[in-house]
């Protein structure tokens, strides 16, 4: 019998099961075993615990998100786009700079909205930014990258430290 037949099997079985009593309770076990090949204690908790949907929507406790709405997600993130993806802490240091501005070129903004921008706090913004720093990341680092042709045009002294040439081992002797 395959997983699907034996949902649909379990389905009906679980209708009887429910309506039941206790010597009819032990038939439709019994039938249970036979047809799925399961023991009797397995039969009994499946029939016990049947839930149809196995995934039920659970409600998230405590209190519900304040700035986790598109209409504070979308003007923070044009905002952290335009001052060019700034970390957590300057973002929140620069949305005072940036907001009384923000209408002229976005739009105009709700009170609330403004005062929810202004109350954020950086640990915030970075977790409302977290999945659109995925799509905005940074490639490398500001350092120089493996190559030839800048490596030639700097000059570095590096007889500094030649023992061969004369007069090394004086001058390191008079200094000490």
């Not at 099997?9 to 032990?26: G, H, I, M, N, P």
């Not at 249970?32 to 908790?45: E, L, N, P």
């Not at 003007?75 to 501005?101: F, T, V």
């Not at 800048?150 to 590096?158: E, Y």
């Amino acid at each position: 019998m395959s997983p699907k037949s034996k949902e649909e099997y379990f389905e009906v079985l679980y209708k009887r099961y429910k309506e039941a009593s206790r010597k009819e309770k032990t038939v439709i076990i019994d039938e249970c075993c036979a047809v799925c090949g399961y023991h009797r204690k397995h039969a009994i908790r499946r029939l016990k615990e049947y839930k149809r949907f196995t995934k039920p929507k659970v409600k998230k406790r405590g209190k519900p998100s304040v700035y986790n709405k598109e209409s504070i997600i979308r003007p923070l993130k044009q905002i952290w786009l335009a001052a060019n993806l700034p970390c957590s802490k300057r973002l929140k240091a620069i949305l005072s700079l940036w907001l009384p501005k923000y209408s002229e070129h976005f739009g105009q903004l709700a009170e609330d909205i403004i005062r929810a921008l202004w109350a954020i706090s950086p640990s915030t913004i970075d977790r409302i930014l977290r999945p659109v720093r995925i799509q905005y990341q940074k490639r490398g680092k500001s350092t120089p990258k493996p190559g030839t042709l800048l490596r030639k045009q700097i000059p570095i002294n590096t007889n500094q430290w030649d023992e061969s040439r004369p007069g090394f081992l004086e001058a390191d002797t008079v200094a000490h």
